[in-house]
């Protein structure tokens, strides 16, 4: 019997994907009809239901909206079983369908997407895998055209709830589209040419942080595509106007280079069955016996004029989709490198060479070995070596088109590319995938002026094991843009290279642009002027270059030498102003910083560990005696701008620099605090040393300060015993001094890196100050107080600092706190109604214990500041944020709080003009503590308030309609307490009823 389903040959067996459908669709078929059964099935009946929904939708397209509607009725696992039933039709049978399976196919999809089924972004990747590059059948064209008029039509559905689909989606249009503009003429193309263009435009400039994650491969693919002008639209803002994508943290291509490309790409565009072959191929196909089955993966994949497109996505498949086992390798099994080479040697067409070769080296442009795989840029390396001498032709085009590359492939960030070829050569010896260069370097095979190219590349690059580089550079104001000519000149350095194998002399990008920053503050006067630092014969650019490579050499021995190179290369590079810089190495504050901290991680030390908690040995101490410490110091005795964008470099990269600044301030406070320098403890003597206390950082911060005032000489012993004996002013003026060089960072850190992200400088000290929260608790007491004593205009008043305070201190500290503020050492919540009335308000929706705290907290402040507590109190309570079920802790606070005011006429008269809400009961209850603790002063402002109200004069701006409100609960008490103590209260407050209608009322009760 014919097959419904599948299109099969007269020899071919049977699928049991379709039996099983067709089987379940057969027992079936009756339940399928309406009226449907109103019995909930059984899992086993479920299960064979789906199968034969499926197989309905898919042969019988008359019934099909019947039977999704059925589907739709009985699902009870989110459509999982089902789209799982569709994975394996995608996957395993798509060729083989019938042309109306495929429609329906596409439809069924469609129904999926409308339904939010789970796991459908899957089906749509499986899908995209059957599109088949360079194939240009009316069936392959058909699903190029369905699912990108599909992806558009569910636009909002993949960018809600299916960026991988986006994601994926973009890449395989992006590499089709190059198959499909190869023939600008071919009118059965146009329209689909038009609507794929549509989508990649419309994704990468409304979805361009989707894009990111692509990688690297996202500008391979594109820079096939600068010939079209929608796509040079977009080339042009990547390399000169990065901000038009508006997304924060994208500043230059560079950063696209140094995100490795996910393997799930490469699979997209080689089909399920392709991938079976070849992994057949690579795993149990042994050397020497290949070429029966290279012969019919030819004839099965590549066969046809424009199927040869298809080797590079073969070739970055092989190289980043299949990583084989160490069996595999050591035994005779055929190895990834002979396959490409068979590869290379099938292409015909000079610019698919040219891509073939650029997908095998496209990794060791930007290879870092700290996120790159070396079994990305292993089959290259070991294509070149094991092909001499019998076929050192392909060693010779090899590796003349990688060093072409290096020259030519983005002449703007040449130094990256150098970095990463040289880092992958480095890591491929290293790692012993060959012995060494020198089969390369020492062939005689090889032209001399090749082996002179590379040997002069191999000393430039290896021998200085660059660091590839991550930084990107600022995005270029419209203002300087080149001309359009320029850059059409350079937006086609890509296609020029690859149409005459590299043989271009333009670059792509645009000059370097200066946005350094000025910053401007108020610090302490530097110690030490960087001029006074004299460097010898060489020139200073040369001297920071060897002392760079010294660095890495010495920094195991892990002595006293290590922190002299380090400062010296720091003092001297903060120096180099009005010097020129000479040679290859690029002295800017990027490149220096990201070299320091190679040649550190390389050796075991990473920059700027977070420190949770202050060591009992001092020669383990990361903030005392460390490269760490050492350059946090210079930074704070300095201040240059050169070490500002030093540290904002390492900040970029992922370095906590502003915690361990923050870390080392704190500390250094401390220190001082607990020796009784910052005017907290009584010290018999002056002079005491610190030494015997036990503050490791505070003795060598200070020893370091008086090094410096020296220039940097080391004075005798006697002379460190007198730098231990310390100067109240100076220890503050030190203290004050680390403070100011973190506010400085945190400026520079917000124009240079949060520009766009409107990051508050406070923000940034708070997330911050939440890295040393695993500090003991009686450090991070003194460390809150620090912060609102030394950056009270970023601390003081601000939500999330006071919030975490409340959450991490324990009503122990918390007391501590109360006492320092009673004393009026710092404020926490300023001077500010509004701002005081919205931190209450929030706190409304904190924990309970939170609430106790801050209330705590609150009381010791007001109670001795100059905020008009009678304004807040008044604005709290007439703004009906006082609910009974959540409010009592705040209503508690601010009893509490009057009780330990003076009833001063204002504070008396806001108590007497509160409303009547669920609290009514809280004016008596003020008015009655104060009758015990301050009568006198009480009833004198009362009596105050009423000769105001009387006269009018007073500034009330409760009225009803009727006139002035006053609290019933406070009249109630005032009647009670002059009745109780023998006065008429009806008499006193009588005469003033008249303007009072609320007061009018209750007294004729």
């Known amino acids: 019997m014919a097959s419904k389903l599948l299109k099969i040959g007269s020899l071919e067996a049977q699928s049991q994907i379709e039996l099983s459908l067709r089987q379940a669709f057969e027992l079936l078929e009756p339940q399928l009809r309406p009226p449907f059964p109103l019995t909930i099935p059984t899992p086993e009946e479920y299960l064979q239901l789906n199968w034969a929904i499926l197989y309905g939708v898919l042969c019988e397209p008359h019934f099909a909206k019947i039977q999704i509607k059925y589907l739709h009725a009985i699902v009870t696992d989110g459509y999982c079983f089902f789209v799982s039933l569709l994975t394996r039709i995608v996957n395993e049978l798509y060729f083989k369908l019938v042309e109306s399976a495929r429609i329906q196919l596409i439809w069924l999809v469609s129904e999926m997407i409308y339904v939010s089924a789970e796991g459908i ?27 990108v008029s599909l992806f558009l039509s569910k636009w909002n559905w993949l960018v809600e709830e299916g960026p991988l689909v986006l994601r994926s989606g973009l890449y395989t249009y992006l590499r089709v589209l190059a198959d499909h503009c190869r023939f600008p003429g071919d009118l059965k193309l146009e329209a689909l ?82 991938e079976s072959q070849l992994r057949f191929l690579l795993t149990h196909v042994k050397l020497g016996s290949q070429k029966r089955h290279q012969a019919w993966f030819m004839r099965k994949f590549l066969c046809g004029s424009e ?47 040219a891509n073939v070769k650029l997908a095998l080296f496209y990794d060791w442009l930007f290879f870092d070995e700290r996120i790159d795989n070396i079994m990305n840029i292993e089959p290259a390396m070991l294509l070149m070596v094991n092909s001499v001498p ?49 089969v390369l370097t020492s062939c005689d095979a090889l032209s001399p002026s090749l082996k002179e190219w590379l040997g002069r590349f191999l000393k430039a690059g290896i021998s200085k094991e660059v660091q590839p580089s991550h930084l990107p550079r600022p995005s270029v104001p419209s203002s300087i843009l080149p001309s359009s000519t320029t850059l059409e000149t350079q937006t086609a350095v890509m296609g020029e290279l ?89 002295l800017s504050p990027q490149s220096l910083s990201s070299k320091i901290a190679k040649e550190l991680e390389l050796n075991g030390y990473k920059l700027f560990s977070p420190l949770e908690s202050i060591p009992n040995n001092s020669n383990c101490d990361d903030e005392v005696h460390s490269a760490t410490a050492l350059i946090i110091r210079t930074f704070i005795f300095s201040q240059h701008e050169r070490l500002q964008e030093m540290l904002l470099s390492w900040s970029k990269h992922g370095f906590p620099v502003g915690k361990c600044l923050l870390s080392y301030a704190l500390r250094l406070a401390y220190e001082a605090h607990a020796a009784g320098y910052l005017g907290n ?25 008086f090094s410096f005032l020296n220039g940097g000489r080391k004075d005798p012993p006697e002379a460190d015993l007198s730098t231990s004996k310390m100067d109240h002013q100076l220890v503050a003026k030190l203290v004050d001094g680390a403070f100011s060089a973190y506010r400085c960072f945190l400026m520079y850190s917000r124009n240079g890196l949060h520009k766009e992200a409107d990051m508050t400088l406070a923000r940034l000290l708070f997330s911050d100050l939440v890295s040393c929260s695993k500090w003991e608790k009686k450090m991070l007491r003194f460390s809150f107080c620090s912060i609102f004593c030394h950056l009270s205009d970023l601390s003081t008043g601000e939500e999330d600092i006071i919030k975490l305070l409340v959450a991490l201190l324990d009503h122990a500290n918390i007391v501590f706190m109360q006492f320092e503020i009673a004393l009026k050492k710092f404020s926490i919540f300023g001077e500010n109604t509004e701002t005081i009335f919205y931190l209450i308000k929030n706190s409304l929706n904190w924990g309970f214990e939170e609430q106790h705290k801050v209330w705590g907290l609150i009381r010791s402040e007001l109670a001795v500041s100059k905020v008009q507590v009678e304004k807040l109190i008044l604005e709290i309570f007439c703004s009906g944020i006082l609910d009974p079920n959540s409010a009592s802790i705040a209503v508690e606070g601010l009893l509490m709080l009057c009780s330990c005011c003076m009833p001063t006429p204002e504070l008396v008269g806001a108590i007497m003009l509160l409303p009547n ?28 308030f009423l000769e105001k109200l009387d006269s009018k004069k007073g500034d009330f701006t409760l009225f009803s309609s009727t006139g002035i409100r006053i609290n019933h609960s406070a009249i109630l008490w005032l009647l009670n307490y002059f009745n109780t103590q023998g006065m008429k209260g009806n008499d006193i407050l009588n005469k003033l009823s008249v303007n009072i209608p609320d007061m009018k009322s209750i007294l004729q009760l």
């Open 121 to 147: 972004d899957g089906v749509l990747v499986s899908l995209l895998r059957q599109i088949v590059g360079g194939d240009f059948s009316d069936g392959n064209l058909w699903l190029c055209f369905e699912l």
């Open 193 to 274: 040419r038009r609507i794929e263009i549509e989508f990649c435009i419309r994704v990468l400039r409304e979805q361009f942080h989707l894009c990111l994650k692509i990688g690297r491969d996202l500008l391979r693919l594109l820079q096939d595509l600068v010939h079209v002008p929608e796509f040079r639209a977009v080339w042009k803002d990547l390399v000169l106007n990065p901000g038009e994508f508006k997304t924060q943290g994208f500043e230059d291509v560079s950063q696209l280079y140094r995100e490795r490309t996910s393997s799930r790409y490469f699979l997209l565009r080689i089909t399920p069955e392709m």
């Open 307 to 353: 199927r040869e497109t298809l080797i590079c996505d073969i070739v970055r498949f092989i190289c980043c989709g299949h990583h084989p086992s160490n069996d595999i390798i050591q035994s005779d099994v055929m190895p990834r490198w002979a396959v490409i080479g068979w590869l290379l040697k099938s292409c015909r067409k000079s610019y698919v060479e």
């Open 390 to 438: 019998k076929y050192v032709d392909m060693t010779h085009t090899l590796l003349e088109f990688l060093l072409l590359l290096v020259d030519n492939y983005d002449i703007e960030r040449k130094d990256i590319i150098v970095r990463g070829v040289a880092s992958a050569f480095n890591m491929l010896v290293k790692k012993g995938v060959v012995g060494s260069i020198h």
């Open 498 to 586: 690859i149409a005459s194998k590299c043989a271009t002399n333009d670059g792509v990008g645009t000059k370097a642009f200066d946005a350094s920053v000025p910053i401007s503050v108020e610090v302490v006067e530097p110690v030490m002027s960087c001029s006074s630092l004299v460097v010898t014969s060489e020139s200073l650019d040369d001297a920071i270059e060897n002392w760079v490579q010294r660095l890495g050499e010495t920094v195991r021995k892990s002595n006293t030498i290590d922190i002299q190179i380090l400062e010296k290369i720091l003092l001297s590079f903060a120096n180099l102003d009005g010097h020129k810089v000479t040679g290859d190495f690029a």
């Open 681 to 705: 403890v009584m010290v018999p003597d002056n002079s005491v040393k610190v030494n015997d206390l036990g503050m490791p950082l505070l003795v060598f911060h200070m020893d370091v300060y």
């Open 917 to 944: 809400n669920a609290f009514q009961d809280f004016s008596a209850a003020v008015l009655a503590t104060w009758a015990v603790s301050n009568a006198s002063m009480l009833f004198d402002s009362l009596a105050n």
